[in-house]
């Protein structure tokens, strides 16, 4: 996997499991929620700095932002998608 897709992955994982929204996440590491969001799409590139902000409003060390996930973890576990709304028809007007 490459760092990029490590970083996304992780961020979103560990995200989740504090029950944290990304707007709540950016909001405590004092960044926008888009930029957030494409961070963990993997269309950003995180300064270092950002990085160290991130990872001290998870509670978690820089390092763990790249920690490789075990052979058995599934990104499908903790995937933040929420099921689609059923398509309703339009009214008539």
Known sequence: MKPRALLAWNVR???LKRGMSQERLARAAGI???YLA???RQSKNPTIDVLDRI???LSVHPFDLFVK???CASI???SPHRPKRPHLPRKKR
Do not use: F, H, N, V
């Open 55 to 57: 990872s001290e409003a």
């Open 38 to 40: 494409g961070l963990e």
């Open 76 to 78: 499908l576990k903790t």
């Open 69 to 71: 996930p075990s052979s």
């Open 13 to 15: 994982r560990i995200r």
């Open 32 to 34: 926008d929620r888009s």
